[in-house]
Protein backbone atom coordinates (compact mmCIF):
# COMPACT_ATOMS: atom_id res chain seq x y z
CA UNK A 1 0.00 0.00 0.00
CA UNK A 2 0.60 3.54 -0.11
CA UNK A 3 0.34 6.21 2.32
CA UNK A 4 0.67 9.82 0.65
CA UNK A 5 1.06 12.84 2.58
CA UNK A 6 1.73 15.89 1.36
CA UNK A 7 2.19 14.75 -1.93
CA UNK A 8 5.23 12.52 -0.65
CA UNK A 9 4.82 8.69 -0.87
CA UNK A 10 5.49 6.79 1.99
CA UNK A 11 5.40 2.88 1.18
CA UNK A 12 4.21 0.29 4.12
CA UNK A 13 2.38 -2.93 3.82
CA UNK A 14 -1.28 -4.72 5.00
CA UNK A 15 -0.73 -7.79 7.51
CA UNK A 16 -2.66 -10.48 6.40
CA UNK A 17 -5.29 -10.95 9.32
CA UNK A 18 -9.59 -9.92 8.83
CA UNK A 19 -9.13 -5.92 10.79
CA UNK A 20 -6.48 -5.15 7.23
CA UNK A 21 -8.81 -6.82 4.70
CA UNK A 22 -11.57 -4.52 5.94
CA UNK A 23 -9.13 -1.68 5.57
CA UNK A 24 -8.07 -2.67 1.87
CA UNK A 25 -11.79 -3.09 0.98
CA UNK A 26 -12.48 0.46 1.63
CA UNK A 27 -9.41 1.76 -0.60
CA UNK A 28 -8.82 4.17 -2.05
CA UNK A 29 -9.41 6.74 1.01
CA UNK A 30 -8.64 9.92 2.20
CA UNK A 31 -8.84 10.09 5.96
CA UNK A 32 -8.57 13.08 8.13
CA UNK A 33 -5.28 12.58 10.86
CA UNK A 34 -5.03 14.26 13.93
CA UNK A 35 -2.16 14.26 16.50
CA UNK A 36 -3.19 12.65 19.61
CA UNK A 37 -1.11 12.34 22.86
CA UNK A 38 2.37 12.74 21.21
CA UNK A 39 2.87 9.02 20.30
CA UNK A 40 -0.20 8.70 16.72
CA UNK A 41 -2.24 10.22 14.46
CA UNK A 42 -5.38 8.82 14.46
CA UNK A 43 -8.53 9.51 11.60
CA UNK A 44 -12.13 7.78 11.37
CA UNK A 45 -12.28 4.96 8.72
CA UNK A 46 -15.77 5.68 6.59
CA UNK A 47 -16.59 2.97 7.77
CA UNK A 48 -15.62 0.20 11.14
CA UNK A 49 -13.04 -1.94 10.75
CA UNK A 50 -13.70 -5.99 11.81
CA UNK A 51 -12.42 -6.67 14.79
CA UNK A 52 -13.93 -10.33 14.09
CA UNK A 53 -11.04 -13.03 14.49
CA UNK A 54 -8.80 -10.82 15.58
CA UNK A 55 -6.91 -10.92 19.00
CA UNK A 56 -8.48 -9.75 22.55
CA UNK A 57 -5.67 -6.44 21.96
CA UNK A 58 -2.05 -5.71 20.75
CA UNK A 59 1.54 -3.84 21.77
CA UNK A 60 1.95 -0.92 19.05
CA UNK A 61 4.98 -0.07 17.98
CA UNK A 62 6.55 2.32 16.00
CA UNK A 63 5.69 2.52 12.26
CA UNK A 64 2.71 -0.15 13.06
CA UNK A 65 -0.65 1.13 11.38
CA UNK A 66 -3.72 0.43 13.45
CA UNK A 67 -6.98 0.38 14.87
CA UNK A 68 -7.87 0.97 18.06
CA UNK A 69 -11.91 -0.32 17.83
CA UNK A 70 -13.43 1.45 21.15
CA UNK A 71 -12.83 4.87 19.61
CA UNK A 72 -13.46 3.61 15.77
CA UNK A 73 -9.82 4.96 14.73
CA UNK A 74 -7.05 4.04 12.22
CA UNK A 75 -3.72 4.71 13.56
CA UNK A 76 -0.31 5.51 12.34
CA UNK A 77 2.17 5.26 15.37
CA UNK A 78 5.44 6.59 15.90
CA UNK A 79 6.06 5.60 18.92
CA UNK A 80 5.91 2.12 20.87
CA UNK A 81 3.04 2.64 23.84
CA UNK A 82 2.38 -0.84 25.08
CA UNK A 83 -0.78 -3.26 24.83
CA UNK A 84 -4.41 -1.99 24.56
CA UNK A 85 -7.35 -4.25 24.62
CA UNK A 86 -8.90 -3.43 21.46
CA UNK A 87 -5.97 -2.43 19.42
CA UNK A 88 -5.66 -4.65 16.39
CA UNK A 89 -2.36 -4.02 13.91
CA UNK A 90 -3.23 -3.77 10.18
CA UNK A 91 0.25 -3.23 8.82
CA UNK A 92 3.46 -1.78 8.44
CA UNK A 93 5.35 1.41 7.42
CA UNK A 94 8.14 0.83 5.96
CA UNK A 95 9.50 4.29 4.73
CA UNK A 96 10.36 7.20 6.38
CA UNK A 97 7.32 8.07 8.33
CA UNK A 98 8.77 11.55 10.13
CA UNK A 99 6.38 13.63 7.71
CA UNK A 100 3.14 12.31 9.88
CA UNK A 101 4.78 13.67 13.45
CA UNK A 102 4.94 16.80 14.73
CA UNK A 103 1.27 17.96 13.53
CA UNK A 104 -0.53 20.50 15.28
CA UNK A 105 -3.75 19.76 13.50
CA UNK A 106 -5.52 17.64 11.45
CA UNK A 107 -4.29 16.97 7.75
CA UNK A 108 -5.10 14.58 4.80
CA UNK A 109 -3.97 11.16 4.38
CA UNK A 110 -4.83 9.17 1.10
CA UNK A 111 -3.96 5.29 1.69
CA UNK A 112 -3.92 3.40 -1.82
CA UNK A 113 -3.04 0.11 -3.15
CA UNK A 114 -0.06 0.64 -4.24
CA UNK A 115 0.85 0.40 -8.06
Known amino acids: MSIVVDGQRI ?10 QSLVDQLPVTLEFSPYG ?3 VTATPPQPITMEGMP ?4 PVAGDIGYYAPDGVVTFHFTD ?16 FSILQ ?13 D
Not at 11 to 20: L, Q, V
Not at 56 to 59: C, F, K, L, S
Not at 102 to 114: C, D, H, K
Open 38 to 40: GQE
Open 11 to 20: EATFGDNPAA
Open 56 to 59: EGDA
Open 102 to 114: NRSGPFSVTIELA
Open 81 to 96: IGYWTGSARLGQIHGD
